[in-house]
Nanobody, 117 residues
Framework: QEHLVESGGGLVQAGGSLKLSCVASKTISIDTMGWYRQAPGKQREFVAGIMPGGAGTKYADSVQGRFTISRSYSRRTVYLQLNSLKPEDTAIYYC???????????WGQGTQVTVTD
């Protein structure tokens, strides 16, 4: 069964850091993966994405320079390093693949990130 499991969230003060993990089941390729977040009362939004080979990474303007996406093929894991956190980063963070506007996999439970002043 294909699934994605997010973890690593927590409660931190502004300026703090967290590292999120997205573990993919064996049948899921992590060549391409995105991190998304949804804050209370808001729509889910793109945060960061990683592409195959030299295609690199992409970030939302709001997190550029503060967040870093990476992956470990051996661990079937995509990471999101969150630095210099701000209260507006508070949200549930999810990973998934979006191809042509279609979500590839069912949403996991996500991981809650809460940033206090």
């Amino acid at each position: 069964q294909e699934h994605l499991v997010e973890s690593g969230g927590g409660l931190v003060q502004a300026g703090g850091s967290l590292k999120l993990s997205c573990v993919a089941s064996k049948t899921i390729s992590i060549d391409t993966m995105g991190w998304y977040r949804q804050a209370p009362g808001k729509q889910r939004e793109f945060v960061a994405g990683i592409m195959p080979g030299g295609a690199g990474t992409k970030y939302a303007d709001s997190v550029q320079g503060r967040f870093t996406i990476s992956r470990s093929y051996s661990r079937r894991t995509v990471y999101l390093q969150l630095n210099s956190l701000k209260p507006e980063d508070t949200a549930i963070y999810y990973c998934n693949q979006n191809r042509g506007g279609v979500w590839r996999y069912s949403w996991g439970q996500g991981t809650q990130v809460t940033v206090t002043d």
